[in-house]
């Protein structure tokens, strides 16, 4: 199957961590993806994660993996109205193309 | 270093009308990808080229749409005709292909079309 769901908003006040879910249905998938986009403008690859990894930190960004529960979280820390945007989650496996999900928007209130 | 650049960032037109987008990726990427984004959904895959050659078009509704990448650098897509149901953006993103383990893609700013 292939099938990437999120929740469709999230609203945080600035300075609080943020948490965006994602659920995936391949559990062969091969690489975890976050993609940020903000009004008007492409997709900018945020941080990515290999399936046989629990864990990903990048500066303010942390990415956690469940695989038995097929779910993806991205843990955005001291959240700015900088970071408010449409954020993606995308899977790929093989040479499959990526899959996107629909999309949660981050709104940050000052 | 100059990221995926596209052309142009908007056209509105007429339905029936021909509209093409074009496309240029990041220099040394092999691999470049045309997506179509509808209003409050991902980008979905149209068509993928691996050099010249393209690998995967099974989204690409060829009775409207067409897309070359005459020398594996930059790349046209076409529709003609338009349709209303084709207001959306088009993304272009680029990578340096799946024979890397990543693949990481890197997308342009895409071209938002509005069929009236």
């Known amino acids: 199957g292939e099938d990437v769901e999120q929740s469709l908003f999230l609203s945080v006040r600035e300075g609080d961590s943020s948490v965006i879910n994602c659920t995936y249905t391949?559990?062969?998938?091969?690489?975890l993806y976050w993609y940020k986009q903000e009004p008007g403008a492409g997709l900018q690859l945020l941080t990515y994660?290999?399936?046989?990894?629990d864990m990903k930190q990048d500066q303010r960004l942390t990415v956690l993996l469940n695989k038995k529960d097929k779910h993806l979280s991205l843990r955005i820390a001291d959240t700015q109205t900088g970071d408010s945007a449409i954020y993606f989650c995308?899977?790929?496996?093989?040479?499959?193309?990526?899959?996107f999900g629909k999309g949660t928007r981050l709104s940050v209130i000052a | 270093e100059a990221g995926v650049v596209q052309s142009p960032r908007y056209k509105i037109i007429e339905k029936k009308q021909p509209v093409a987008f074009w496309c240029n990726p990041i220099?040394?990427?092999?691999?470049l990808y045309w997506y179509l984004q509808n209003l409050g959904q991902g980008p979905e895959l149209l068509i993928r080229?691996?050099?010249?050659?393209?690998?995967?078009d099974s989204q690409l509704p060829k009775d409207r749409f067409s897309a070359e990448r005459l020398k594996g650098v930059d790349s046209t897509l076409k529709i003609q005709p338009a349709e209303l149901g084709d207001s959306a953006v088009y993304l272009c993103?680029?990578?340096?292909?799946?024979?890397?383990?990543?693949?990481?893609?890197?997308f342009g700013p895409g071209t938002r079309l509005t069929v009236l």
């Open positions: 993103a680029s990578s340096f292909g799946q024979s890397t383990s990543t693949d990481t893609q890197y």
């Open positions: 391949d559990s062969s998938s091969t690489y």
């Open positions: 994660i290999f399936s046989n990894m």
């Open positions: 995308a899977e790929r496996w093989g040479n499959t193309p990526l899959v």
């Open positions: 220099s040394g990427h092999n691999t």
């Open positions: 080229y691996e050099n010249e050659e393209a690998v995967d």
